[in-house]
């Protein structure tokens, strides 16, 4: 197996940095933004794997849960690829490239959203940006 992180020691302490070929190697890596869509949508074209209705939200992701926060994994229903908690309840971190700008600027994109994320914002598409200190 090819590691697709190299370790690094920074003013923020030790870090992990993908590999510029990580896409191309056999370890284990973040999916990348194509990928993570594909697998929250598992094969639908609504605006959730669910369906495009917020009839069914509370049956399948955590979001609006302010007070509380993250649940454990598992607790609500999967989407149709057998995927738990592909929206709401904790963020998903994806691939991006080293010399993308936003991650340049140390700003990396999130998706799936949050048990703090608005449920109607809970959405197959969407993402988020995250600021990571890291350049």
């Excluded at 669910?50 to 302010?66: E, M, P, Q, R, S």
């Amino acid at each position: 197996m090819e590691f697709c992180y190299v370790q690094f020691d920074s003013a923020a302490g030790v870090r992990w940095r993908q590999k510029p070929n990580a896409l191309e190697l056999t370890g284990y890596r973040l999916p990348t933004d194509d990928e993570w869509e594909i697998a929250c949508r598992a094969g639908t074209s609504t605006i959730r794997p669910h369906g495009d209705a917020a009839t069914w939200l509370h049956k399948y992701v955590i979001g609006n849960h302010i007070e509380a926060g993250p649940v454990a994994v598992g607790l609500q229903k999967p989407n149709p690829f057998g995927l738990f908690d592909m929206l709401g309840n904790v963020s998903e971190w994806i691939h991006t490239a080293d010399s993308d700008a936003a991650t340049e600027k140390g700003i990396r994109r999130l998706r799936g959203g949050s048990a703090w994320t608005a449920e109607d914002s809970l959405r197959s598409a969407s993402w988020y940006h995250f600021l990571t200190g890291n350049k």
